[in-house]
């Protein structure tokens, strides 16, 4: 305990931030005061699942034993017995991976995340991997939103099946969350994702992510993203994303399959700061982050940062119990 | 002492809260903050059953599915490292050849990296999870048209690896050179372009193969390698017969 509060101390002062990452330590603030001066949220994130539904096959491989949604499900749902307020996030390529795709075309996911109670998504590149008309075959299972703000899908079969925002209320609290999906071009065949128009992940940022929080008045602005962490060339990121915008304060990310050690603090177009968070891929990680907001003033601070591992050694528990 | 961290802890994440602007006088942080319990979920976390029981049926299905007979393989088809031809190798390229063709009948010759087939198949049925595991990847088919001079690259890539999966294009090895190769059976010209069905892993730029890097032309045909390899097994069973790979020195050592 001792040791963790001065690794928390140094990453404080190392970051100059408003946050403390604990990940390594694994601890969790219990923050759920419900009373009128505080509001608490807890988000809780996926990203690149991959169709993992099942934990990794004890194969000797890396990742054995790892993730499996049954597990992730009771994580979810003891974390929301503690906690009032808590969102379910994922962002994109929920599909392709395991024989469960290829079979069954995306329903199993979608039915197992729409149970776990995920409160919205955003598309991957793989989520186009069966088509446009494999994603509207698919798309009736989720009974959570998939947002969409830079794909214009006019001219296709999922017209009017996406948003390009939501806004969620808790305890009068206001969280707006967007997704923006990754160019296709090069990525996904031309004949899967026809009539697809793309539009420039920065200007559409800047225009809802402005809307949410000024006209809308939500305290949180969440993005979720499929453009990647970060790449060599000038290619639009998370991080380029978060440093040429101004009112987003979370960027949670994917595409990349980046194990973040901690989330990364940007300061944005605004002067203030953007975090941004990945959790790897395949549900080995559940991602999550505890915000408390104080009512008069409505300024957010993130107080801790976790990150799961949905390890092996639950698979002994549930063999022998 | 430990209190005395936690204290100094929250106090600077006041100070820290202050540095942003938000309004200090207002804002505090609860006492409950310093309770930074640690969460084990690893001694905790059991599988919710209600989830297995939801994709249990789905689970079952797959399996069958996976333990499906498409057809069979008269010898084992095997991938030894030290031979620059392998059954293996000449089933999966011209299966790849076969289905190519289908699309685009002027396709002249097939290449694979034997890196990328990750198990051996048994004399016997063969499953559609064989084929899986044979090929997890989610490759699909390219096209590419490539000049006589890019064919010579690719060749000597073959040449200097010992030999890869290809089919109707031959060659001798000599050192790390690639000799007398030939396409149909007909010597290469420098002067033409062939059509070369591979898989866009390796024409992205996978396995740092070589000679794919400047196609005249690329068409991705959509189809899975993976099922390519279900559809050649199914319609060989479908017309009464095993898979009986032969090797027939497309690639050979000159010494």
């Known amino acids: 305990m001792e040791e963790s509060l001065i690794i928390n101390r140094r990453n404080f002062l190392k970051q100059a931030g408003v946050f403390a990452a604990v990940s390594a330590m694994g601890g969790i603030p219990s923050m759920a005061l419900a009373n009128d001066e505080h509001v608490s949220l807890t988000i809780l994130h996926t990203n690149d699942v991959h169709s993992r539904i099942e934990p990794f096959p004890m194969d000797g491989s890396h990742n054995q034993g790892l993730g499996g949604v049954a597990r992730r499900a009771t994580l979810v749902e003891r974390i929301r017995s503690e906690q009032r307020n808590v969102l379910l996030l994922d962002a994109g390529d929920m599909v392709q991976g395991t024989p469960y795709f290829n079979l069954f075309g995306g329903k199993v996911e979608l039915e197992l995340m729409s149970k776990m109670g995920y409160d919205a998504g955003t598309f991957g590149n793989h989520e186009f991997d069966n088509g446009l008309e494999g994603l509207a075959a698919m798309l009736p299972y989720a009974n959570f939103p998939f947002l969409t703000a830079n794909y214009d899908f006019s001219d296709t079969i999922i017209n009017g099946q996406t948003r390009d925002y939501i806004i969620f209320k808790k305890q009068g609290l206001r969280i707006g969350v967007f997704g923006l999906g990754i160019r296709l071009a090069g990525l996904v065949d031309p004949t899967r994702c026809r009539g697809v128009r793309y539009l420039d992940p920065i200007i559409v940022a800047n225009e809802i992510a402005g809307r949410l929080k000024n006209d809308h008045k939500c305290s949180l602005v969440i993005c979720l993203s499929h453009l990647g962490y970060q790449y060599r060339d000038n290619k639009v990121s998370d991080r380029v994303l978060a440093a040429n915008t101004r009112f987003i304060d979370l960027i949670i990310g994917g595409h990349t399959h980046t194990f973040m050690p901690e989330p990364e603090l940007i300061r944005n177009l605004n002067g203030r700061t953007t975090v941004i968070n990945q959790v790897g891929f395949a549900g080995i990680n559940l991602g999550r982050l505890d915000y408390e907001f104080e009512r008069k003033s409505g300024k957010a601070s993130l107080v801790t940062a976790g990150r799961y591992e949905i390890s092996v050694r639950e698979r002994s528990l549930i063999k022998h119990g | ?255």
């Open chain 2, 1 to 255: 002492m430990k209190y005395y961290k936690i204290r100094s802890y929250l106090t600077l994440l006041a100070a820290t809260i202050c540095l942003i602007g938000a309004s200090c006088s207002k804002y505090f942080v609860p006492r409950g903050q310093a309770a930074y319990t640690r969460l084990q979920i690893d001694s905790t976390i059991i599988a919710d059953s209600s989830y297995v029981a939801f994709y249990m049926p789905y689970k079952q299905q797959l399996e069958a599915e996976m333990d499906r007979v498409v057809g069979r393989a008269a010898i084992d088809l095997t991938k030894p490292n030290d031979t620059p031809e392998t059954l293996l190798g000449n089933f999966f390229a011209d299966a790849l050849l076969a289905e190519a063709r289908k699309q685009d009948p002027e396709a002249a010759f097939s290449f694979g990296t034997k890196g990328g087939l990750r198990i051996e198949l048994q004399q016997g049925p063969i499953t559609i999870g064989n084929l899986f595991e044979l090929m997890p990847f989610e490759n699909e088919i390219v096209i590419l048209e490539l000049t006589g001079e890019s064919v010579q690259d690719l060749a000597r890539f073959i040449a200097t690896t010992g030999g890869q999966p290809v089919s109707s294009i031959s060659m001798e090895i000599s050192g790390s050179k690639a000799t007398n190769i030939r396409i149909g059976g007909e010597p290469l010209d420098p002067n033409r372009t062939y059509k070369l069905v591979t898989y866009d892993y390796l024409a992205n730029g996978g396995d740092n193969s070589r000679g794919l890097d400047n196609p005249v032309s690329r068409m991705n045909l959509g189809i899975k390698v993976r099922e390519a390899l279900i559809d050649y097994v199914r319609e060989h069973a479908q017309a009464g017969k095993d898979i009986n790979t032969q090797l027939d020195g497309r690639i050979t050592h000159n010494k």
